[in-house]
């Protein structure tokens, strides 16, 4: 659910970043605004960029297209290098889950009520009795 809210997310960012969807208020190479014409007659440097962007703008445009295309791409790839990577080692952890732990040898399950063996020094008793505190 969550991959194809993404997908979604990116569809739409392409969509918008490609200008296909242009937004009502994106001035269309060509076309003068009512307010910039009606209100800004004698500045006729707003009605040139209104109506055609100059070269350098247009190749400036072309290179963030072509950056954000890059980087959307570059994105894509490196979270599906890092989705496959996270499914290999779920992979391989669910595997080493599964497997039967080695046999090891019981252990006495009083072992704590025993008294140590050779108890011939003072320093081993004395040791013993702070065990028991």
């Known amino acids: 659910m ?10 739409l960012f392409i969509l918008l970043t490609s200008n296909i969807l242009s937004p ?3 001035i269309i190479a ?3 605004p009512a307010k910039v014409t009606s209100e800004n007659r004698e500045d006729s440097s ?5 109506r055609k962007p100059t070269p350098e703008q247009q190749e400036r445009r072309k290179q963030m297209i072509s950056a954000s295309w890059i980087m959307l791409i570059g994105v894509a790839i490196l979270g599906g290098i890092l989705l496959l990577i ?3 080692f779920g992979n391989r952890i669910r ?11 019981l252990r006495d399950p009083m072992w704590y009520l025993k008294n140590k063996a050779n108890d011939t020094s003072e320093l081993t008793d ?8």
Request: no cysteine.
């Open 95 to 105: 595997r080493i889950a599964r497997k039967p732990l080695p046999n090891a040898p």
């Open 126 to 133: 004395e040791a013993a009795d702070t065990d028991h505190e």
């Open 46 to 50: 707003i009605e040139q960029t209104a």
């Open 2 to 11: 969550e991959l194809i809210q993404i997908m979604k997310f990116a569809l």
């Open 30 to 32: 060509g076309e003068i």
């Open 24 to 26: 009502p208020h994106v």
């Open 86 to 88: 996270v499914f290999l």
